[in-house]
T-cell receptor, first 115, second 113 residues
Framework: AQSVSQHNHHVILSEAASLELGCNYSYGGTVNLFWYVQYPGQHLQLLLKYFSGDPLVKGIKGFEAEFIKSKFSFNLRKPSVQWSDTAEYFCAVDVTTDSWGKFQFGAGTQVVVTP | KAGVTQTPRYLIKTRGQQVTLSCSPISGHRSVSWYQQTPGQGLQFLFEYFSETQRNKGNFPGRFSGRQFSNSRSEMNVSTLELGDSALYLC????????????FGEGSRLTVL
């Protein structure tokens, strides 16, 4: 079955540490890839996206992600986290075969950054 | 401009009842999709509407239904509520595939007792 897997369900790290969240998907065709973030008490918002071109994409707040087609991966990274990065992060895949809006999401990774 | 608006924000129901949730998309967005968010499960796709037509449906029982009106506002209905239906129901709108970005509302938190 087609799926999106996020390997880390819970990550705790200290401020200034580096962060990497894994995301793998199982679709064989063309995909658009996204990372969304949900800060405590807020709605989901887009962090970054990959459609085509340079596989290293940069998003807001210093986040970046690398698309590795051969590994079906789209891992999220941030070199130095801040306490304000505490949030839940979701990887999402848009399978570009039909309509809009049908995104497949991973289960999410809860990131807690301690001061 | 105004974001995606969902009402009600919180509601409590008992088993067997039904519930209707409403979503107003961003002005100009014609696609509205619904997701169920539960801890550990992430977001599960329910259905997606475009121009009053359901174009995609997720793997949920027929108790879950929806519709979209001519002004792009959407409603979802859950009948014969079960305890397992307790979740945050999220609505998202999008303008087109070119940008591809989903804009989410804050959700309607349903508790079934």
């Amino acid at each position: 079955a087609q799926s999106v897997s996020q390997h880390n369900h819970h990550v705790i790290l200290s401020e200034a540490a580096s962060l990497e969240l894994g995301c793998n998907y199982s679709y064989g065709g063309t995909v658009n890839l996204f990372w969304y973030v949900q800060y405590p008490g807020q709605h989901l918002q887009l962090l970054l996206k990959y459609f085509s071109g340079d596989p290293l994409v940069k998003g807001i707040k210093g986040f970046e992600a690398e698309f590795i087609k051969s590994k079906f991966s789209f891992n999220l990274r941030k070199p130095s986290v801040q306490w304000s990065d505490t949030a839940e992060y979701f990887c999402a895949v848009d399978v570009t075969t039909d309509s809009w809006g049908k995104f497949q999401f991973g289960a999410g990774t809860q990131v807690v950054v301690t001061p | 401009k105004a974001g995606v608006t969902q009402t009600p924000r919180y509601l409590i129901k008992t088993r067997g009842q039904q519930v209707t949730l409403s979503c107003s998309p961003i002005s100009g967005h014609r696609s509205v999709s619904w997701y169920q968010q539960t801890p550990g499960q992430g977001l599960q796709f329910l259905f997606e509407y475009f121009s009053e037509t359901q174009r995609n449906k997720g793997n949920f029982p027929g108790r879950f239904s929806g519709r979209q009106f001519s002004n792009s506002r959407s409603e979802m209905n859950v009948s014969t509520l079960e305890l397992g239906d307790s979740a945050l129901y999220l609505c998202a709108s999008t303008k087109d595939r070119i940008t591809g970005e989903l804009f989410f509302g804050e959700g309607s938190r349903l508790t079934v007792l």
